[in-house]
């Protein structure tokens, strides 16, 4: 298999540091995540909420570092990757951010369906950036494919070469295939690039609904497992364990389904379910 494009790791080296296109895709997401969690709380009329999301960010990308470190670790059964800069899971990542914000926002004795509301459009956007990370070191690439828009990684993490398809993937390779040849993939990485940016613009559109706070989360939930239950049939994985399907689809398939309870639970304002905006009126987005 050939491929068109060869990809190789964005590197900086500044004396002993070495900053990777990983580091500054997940900086940049989380930055932009911020500037649209405090933007849309302000504009929505809750400034006390504006001001502490700053830390509740903070909280998020604990969290996110820790649950992806650890679902890393208890998928390969390894627990010495938690202190390695390798292994990090998306959907790890997910839940300990949303089990850290909430014990924060909790500590603060603020609204977690507030911040749950606008963080649904903020992951979406802060998604879409920070999958470019995975492209930037070859991550999370796809199965073997010649298309037109294949790619390879001979230097990704970890190469993709057909002993890396083989023995890491379980990716059944043509016999007489050499073992260090570099095998031409799935650019998955810029997929869910794509699907992200489709995510956040359906989320930016809907930002300004009349239903309660939160039933914004629950349409973030139900578009990202979506998102990663397709996406998955073309990633080069090999914890297939529920048939065909992946451990990442089964987590898909859960989350789309709570996404559609959150918003069945939070589809119009009552008694203990506020509006998104502070003075209970409805506003056209801006």
Known sequence: MTAPFQVEPFNIGLGPVQITGFGLAVLAAFAISQVIVVRELARRGHAESAAAAPDVVLAALVGTIVGGKLYYAVLNRDFSTVFSRSGFVFWGGFMGSVLFCWLFIRFRKLVFARYADVAGVAIAGGYAVGRTGCWAVGDDYGRPWNGPLAVTFPNGAPPST??????????????????????????????????????????????GHRHAEGWLFGAYCVLAGVERFLVEFVRAKDDRVLGPLTSAQGIALAVMVIGFAVMWWRRA??????????????????
């Open 269 to 286: 304002p009552g008694p203990g379910r506020a509006g998104v905006y502070a003075d209970g009126g409805v506003e056209a987005p801006a």
């Open 162 to 207: 057909a002993a890396n398809m083989t023995d890491l993937f379980g990716i059944p390779l043509p016999a007489g295939t050499p073992p260090d040849a570099v095998i031409a993939v799935h650019p998955s990485q810029l997929y869910e690039t794509a699907m992200g940016l489709v995510m956040f613009a359906v989320l930016w559109r809907l930002r």
